[in-house]
């Protein structure tokens, strides 16, 4: 029953159209899609998405949404994506119409990748993963957990990649139980565990990966632990097919 679409999220606009810039919405209708941005992006928007009508406002980027709009029909939009200003900016003013959210539309589409798509993710990991191996390379002994994470992410730019997929992670010993640990000036020494996690961007595409590595000797109850772990993940890895229950 939608017969007009607004995507305003940066990654539902690109899945939607290949335009990569950001500050700018799609409006989808049956008979012609209208990327509305502005003057920063025309040439861009010309390279990336050339069979799309582009539409370049000079003002706010709700009032140039709104006039794309059809007087008629039901408009839908991602009410966790669009945010309550622009929902308001958009609908100001209409004598007919309405709007209906319409919870995670594209993002579905978007759970089922192309076979481009999955190229673009081995590409990622690719990436990531030489990144890793050259930055482990370099003597780590007096390296800071913040400076091992910059060598990641220069490593990551030179193999291919826009940047980094998140905030690169590297913690040692006992700050590796931080989930989302910032990395500081705590140095790297002999006997250490670290936890690396990181991921590289490459295009729109991005990888995670976590990695722990011991600068010296395990001791017995660690050893086991990692055991345990990696019997658990042989496990799943060999069971793992389409069809098979993630839970008991």
């Known amino acids: 029953g939608i017969s ?47 069979r799309i009508r582009v539409v370049l406002r000079e003002g706010a980027l709700a009032d140039a949404v709104r006039r794309e709009l059809p007087k008629k029909g039901k408009i839908g939009y991602d009410p966790e994506t669009m945010t309550v200003s622009m929902l308001q900016g958009i609908s100001a003013a209409r004598r007919s119409g309405r709007f209906e959210g319409v919870p995670e539309a594209v993002r579905i589409m978007r759970q089922v990748k192309s076979p481009r798509e999955i190229r673009a993710l081995e590409k990622a990991c690719r990436v ?91 001791n017995r109850t660690v050893r086991g632990l990692y055991k345990l772990v990696q019997d658990a993940q042989d496990r799943a890895i060999e069971r793992i097919k389409p069809g098979v229950r993630a839970s008991s």
């Open 4 to 50: 007009t679409y607004v995507a305003t999220s940066n990654e539902d606009v690109f899945y939607l159209s290949a335009f990569s810039g950001e500050d700018s919405a799609l409006v989808v209708t049956p008979a012609e899609t209208t990327l509305v941005t502005d003057r920063r992006f025309e040439e861009q928007a010309g390279k990336e998405c050339p």
């Open 128 to 218: 990531a993963v030489s990144a890793f191996r050259k930055a482990v390379r370099r003597p780590a002994d007096g390296t800071t957990e913040r400076q091992f994470a910059g060598r990641l992410e220069t490593e990551m730019r030179a193999a291919g990649a826009r940047g980094s997929a998140f905030e690169t992670i590297v913690l040692v010993d006992e700050r590796a139980s931080l989930p989302h640990g910032r990395p500081t000036a705590r140095t790297i020494r002999p006997g250490a565990g670290v936890l690396v996690d990181w991921g590289a961007r490459v295009g729109a595409y991005n990888s995670d990966l976590t990695r722990v590595l011991a600068l010296g000797t395990l």
